[in-house]
């Protein structure tokens, strides 16, 4: 189970058996939306609750162990959850740009 936290800025797995926490990921940015999922990683948004014209980024950690991957940081804040196809992840920002990034 995998939930991002806003005040904190953290991404954090939890055991859906147990509730305990699996891993935490702190970045640095207020994270407001529902992960993406792929067979190895999340995908995530975040940015700046309090200002939205100051850069987010979508990041990516290894769903496993919460261990970074990959970031792209976009000019502005990015709270819209991104939507994963043929290894590419769309989402959207305060900039009014819809991106797609490429992973594999």
């Known amino acids: 189970l995998y939930t991002g936290g806003s005040d ?3 991404m954090f797995a939890f055991d859906p058996q147990t509730g305990n926490i699996r891993w935490t990921f ?3 940015l207020n994270i407001y939306t529902k992960p993406a999922i792929t067979s190895d990683a999340l995908l995530f948004t975040a ?3 309090y200002n939205h014209g100051a850069p987010g980024a979508i990041f990516m950690v290894n769903k496993k162990s919460g261990a970074f991957i990959d970031k792209l940081e976009v000019s502005k804040a990015s709270f819209s959850s991104p ?3 043929n ?3 769309f989402f959207g920002a305060y900039d009014h740009f819809v991106y797609a990034v490429s992973f594999d």
């Open 87 to 89: 290894q590419v992840a």
């Open 8 to 10: 904190n800025r953290k």
């Open 83 to 85: 939507a994963v196809s």
């Open 47 to 49: 940015g700046n609750a």
């Open 26 to 28: 702190d970045a640095g």
